[in-house]
């Protein structure tokens, strides 16, 4: 069964660090551009990240540029994004999402507040 589950979210402060991970199952993570989109409440999802395979080329939003680190690790079919410098409007529902299989996660949350 294909699936990817995400997981590493949760409740931070403004300008703390949270590390979320991205795990497949069903199919090999590196046969694939990866990316983390998030839906924030009341907006439209938006592409956060993406990693491309073979050559791990990295593409950021201009919003997290700077701030958030996408990055996988092959040996464990997962896929991570590092997020540093949290900002209030950075609180979204994050999602893991394989566009070549049209696979998507069931996300998790994040939330930065004081």
């Known amino acids: 069964q294909v699936q990817l589950v995400e997981s590493g979210g949760g409740l931070v402060q403004p300008g703390g660090s949270l590390r979320l991970s991205c795990a497949a199952s069903?199919?090999?993570?590196?046969?694939?551009?990866m990316s983390w989109y998030r839906q924030a409440p009341g907006k439209e999802r938006e592409l956060v990240a993406t990693?491309?395979?073979?050559?791990?080329?990295?593409i950021y939003a201009d919003a997290v540029k700077g701030r958030f680190t996408i990055s996988r690790d092959n040996a464990k079919n997962t896929v991570y994004l590092q997020m540093a410098s949290l900002k209030p409007e950075d609180t979204a529902v994050y999602y893991c999402?394989?566009?070549?299989?049209?696979?998507w996660g069931k996300g998790t949350l994040v939330t930065v507040s004081s």
């Open positions: 999402y394989c566009r070549t299989r049209n696979n």
């Open positions: 069903g199919f090999i993570l590196s046969m694939y551009d």
């Open positions: 990693i491309t395979t073979p050559g791990r080329s990295t």
